[in-house]
Nanobody
Framework: QVQLVESGGGLVQAGGSLRLSCAASGRTFSRYDMGWFRQAPGKEREYVAVIGASGGYIYYSESVKGRFTISRDDAKSTVYLEMNSLEPADTAVYYC?????????????????WGQGTQVTVSS
């Protein structure tokens, strides 16, 4: 069982930056693919980014590529999402996900474990 706790959300003006963190419980964090998804009001959950268990696989959705950076610190069992040049369209609840297979890489919103989410609001 893995528990995920996101933090770092908040209110920021357009063009600003935020860094989200997702702390995981358990001693096998390094074996998990870690991903970030987001869901805006009235919209379906959207795939944002994923980082593979080894850190060698990284994927970004087109909507965030060049602005967001995903990284992981296995010693701290934490995955990060650095978000720069934020836009009002980035406003959403951001969820952290973990899977010990490659389900997250499909982008279909399938993962074994999910966090509770953290709100990001970008004002214009």
């Amino acid at each position: 069982q893995v528990q995920l706790v996101e933090s770092g959300g908040g209110l920021v003006q357009a063009g600003g930056s935020l860094r989200l963190s997702c702390a995981a419980s358990g001693r096998t964090f390094s074996r998990y693919d870690m991903g970030w998804f987001r869901q805006a009001p009235g919209k379906e959950r959207e795939y944002v980014a994923v980082i593979g268990a080894s850190g060698g696989y990284i994927y970004y959705s087109e909507s965030v590529k060049g602005r967001f950076t995903i990284s992981r610190d296995d010693a701290k069992s934490t995955v990060y999402l650095e978000m720069n040049s934020l836009e009002p369209a980035d406003t959403a609840v951001y969820y952290c996900a973990a899977d010990d297979g490659e389900a997250i890489r499909s982008g279909d919103g399938v993962a074994k474990y999910w966090g509770q989410g953290t709100q990001v609001t970008v004002s214009s």
